[in-house]
C-alpha cells in the first residue's frame, strides 16, 4: 500500500526541508461549560491567513480556522450569539447534534445578514452520546462557498465514552481537515463548472488551519485522534506510516469494541475516532491521505458537450497521495498503555415502520443565455424550501435505501440531520458493525439502506449530499418530524 507514494513522499519531504512547519497541533478546549452552561460568542468574518507560504484571504469565526472549539456536556446549555461580518448572509448549524431542528437552536432556515447578530440556543438531551461534532455555516446554495473559504468549527460533547479509563489515560488531538485553493493574489479562485459539479477541491491540505503539523505520542503510550472532514468536496482515504488505526467512535458517538482499521475513508462532513498505540520504533511517521477516486462524472461531461479548459485548481488533485500530518514520538512512558477491550453497547434499532426509496442523480444541459447548468436531484428534484419531500411520524423508525443511480457518476455523501441512523447493508451485504452515523458515502451504482429513528424533535430538517457544491445545485430535501 506504501509503494504507489514512495517517489511522492520524496518530493514532499523536500519540500517540508525547504517549509518547515513544527507548529504543534494542540488539544486544549477554546470554549468549554461551566455548571451546565456554554456561552460563547462566535463572528463571521474576513481575515486574512497563512497556509503554509502563502497568505490566504479567507473568511473565519473569531479570526482563526477552525473556529474555536466548543465543548459542552449531555444536559448543557448552549447559548451563542453569532454575529455576521460577511457582505453576505449566512447561518449557523450545529451537524450531527441532537437538538431541536425549529427556533433558535439547529434551524437552517434562519438566515443572517450582513452586520446582525442572532442568538442560537439550545439545550443538549442528558441522554445525548459523547462525540465529536461539527459547526459550519448552512445558507442554501452558499454554502460551499463559505466553508471552502474557511468556516467551520469543532463541537465537542463529553461524557460516557470518555470516562472510559484506558481512553482517559489516551492524549488527545484533533485533526480537523480542510483544503483550500488560493490564486496568486491570495484569493479563494472562483469555481468553474468542473469544480461545481465535481465540488470544488483545492490543494492546499490543512490540518487545524496547518500544513502538516506535528503531533506527538509518547513511546508506549496512547494518542486518541478526533478527525473531522471539514473538506468541502474532498474524500480523504487516511493511512499512518506502520501503525494500525483503531477505530472508536464514528459520527455519532462510541462503537462497541475498537476496529482495527489500515485506513479510514471519510466523506465530507464525516468524523472518526482513533487510537494509536506508540508501539514502533521512535521517530517521525506521516499521516498520509491516499488517492482515492470518487467518480469523476467525465461521462456526463462529455454528454453535456462541455469543452477543454476544465482543470482548474481542484480537477484531479486526489490522484497521489499527500502528507496531512506527522506523528512524533516524544517522551516516553514506562509501561505500554492497552487498547480498551469494550467501549459503549450500540443498541438494536426495532424494525422500520416504513421503507422510503431515495435516488440520487444529477442532471446537465445548455440553457439560452445562462449557458451550461448542472443540477444534483434527489428523486429528480432540486431543493424546494416549500416542499416537504418526507413526512415521518415522530417516534417512528424508518429504512431509507440510499441509490446512486448514475450509472458512472460521482460518489455522494448523504447527511440526515437532527436523527443520527445506523447503516444496515451496502449493496445487500450487511455492515461489518454496528456504529452511529450521520453522513455516509454512497457510491455509483450503490444502494445503502439506513435505519432512522426518529426521536424527541418535531419539525422540519433537512438531508443532503455534503459535497457542498451538491447540495447548492439542489441536491437537498426536506423531512418534517410530525407530532
Ligand atoms: Cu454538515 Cu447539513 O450539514
Ligand atoms: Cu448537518
Ligand atoms: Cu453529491
Redesign the pocket.
Known amino acids: 500500500m506504501w509503494t504507489a507514494g514512495a517517489v511522492l513522499l520524496t518530493q514532499l519531504s523536500r519540500n517540508s526541508v525547504l517549509s518547515p512547519q513544527l507548529q504543534q497541533a494542540s488539544a486544549a478546549p477554546s470554549t468549554t461549560s461551566n455548571s451546565s452552561l456554554l456561552e460563547t460568542v462566535l463572528e463571521a468574518r474576513p481575515t486574512a491567513i497563512q497556509l503554509g507560504q502563502q497568505w490566504g484571504n479567507l473568511i473565519t469565526y473569531n479570526g482563526q480556522i477552525p473556529g474555536p472549539r466548543l465543548e459542552a456536556k449531555p444536559g448543557d446549555t448552549v447559548r451563542i450569539r453569532f454575529t455576521n461580518r460577511l457582505p453576505q448572509a449566512t447561518n449557523l ?1 450545529f ?1 450531527g447534534l441532537h437538538i431541536p431542528p425549529t427556533g433558535n437552536a439547529d434551524n ?1 432556515f434562519l438566515s443572517v445578514s450582513p452586520g446582525e447578530t442572532q442568538t442560537y440556543e439550545f439545550t443538549l438531551p442528558k441522554n445525548h452520546p459523547a462525540g465529536t461534532f ?1 459547526y ?1 455555516p ?1 445558507l442554501h446554495e452558499f454554502v460551499a462557498e463559505q466553508v471552502f473559504g474557511g468556516l467551520g468549527g469543532i463541537f465537542v460533547v463529553r461524557g460516557e465514552l470518555d470516562e472510559i479509563p484506558e481512553i482517559q489515560a489516551a492524549k488527545e488531538e484533533f485533526l480537523f481537515l480542510k483544503d483550500f485553493a488560493l490564486n496568486a493574489n491570495g484569493e479563494v479562485p472562483r469555481p468553474n463548472h468542473m469544480d461545481l459539479m465535481r465540488g470544488r477541491e483545492g490543494l492546499i491540505l490543512t490540518a487545524n488551519g496547518q500544513v502538516n503539523p506535528t503531533v506527538t505520542i509518547p513511546a508506549k503510550g496512547l494518542l486518541r485522534l478526533r478527525i473531522v472532514n471539514a473538506s468541502t468536496s474532498r474524500f480523504y482515504r487516511l493511512s499512518l506510516e506502520n501503525h494500525p488505526l483503531y477505530l472508536i467512535a464514528t459520527d455519532g458517538g462510541a462503537i462497541t469494541k475498537p476496529v482495527e482499521l489500515q485506513e479510514l475513508l471519510l466523506s465530507p ?1 464525516e468524523r472518526a475516532e482513533v487510537l494509536i498505540q506508540g508501539n514502533r520504533s521512535p521517530g517521525n511517521y506521516q499521516l498520509l491521505s491516499l488517492p482515492y477516486d470518487r467518480g469523476n462524472g467525465m461521462g456526463m461531461m462529455r454528454d453535456g458537450m462541455m469543452g477543454g479548459g476544465m482543470m482548474n485548481s481542484s480537477s484531479s488533485t486526489s490522484n497521489a497521495s499527500q502528507v496531512i500530518a506527522t506523528l512524533s514520538y516524544q517522551d516516553y512512558i514506562p509501561q505500554q498503555l492497552p487498547l480498551p477491550e469494550k467501549l459503549i453497547p450500540v443498541e438494536t434499532l426495532p424494525q422500520p415502520s416504513k421503507i422510503r426509496r431515495i435516488e440520487m442523480s444529477m442532471a446537465m444541459g445548455m440553457q439560452p443565455g445562462m449557458g451550461m447548468q448542472i443540477a444534483f436531484l434527489f428523486n429528480g428534484k432540486t431543493f424546494d424550501m416549500n416542499r416537504i419531500d418526507a413526512a415521518v411520524k415522530l417516534g417512528s423508525v424508518e429504512d431509507w435505501e440510499l441509490v446512486n443511480v448514475d450509472p458512472d457518476g460521482m460518489e455522494h455523501s448523504f ?1 440526515l ?1 437532527t436523527n443520527p441512523f445506523q447503516v444496515i447493508s451496502r449493496n445487500g451485504k450487511p455492515d461489518p458493525y454496528q456504529a452511529w452515523e450521520d453522513t455516509l458515502r454512497v457510491r455509483a451504482n450503490e444502494t445503502v439502506r439506513i435505519r432512522i429513528p426518529f426521536r424527541n424533535f418535531a419539525g422540519k430538517a ?1 438531508y ?1 449530499c ?1 459535497v457542498l457544491d451538491h447540495e447548492d445545485l439542489g441536491m437537498m430535501g426536506i423531512v418534517e418530524m410530525q407530532a
Do not use: K
Open positions: 448549524h451537524h437552517i461539527y459550519h448552512h462532513g447527511h440531520h433537512v443532503h455534503h
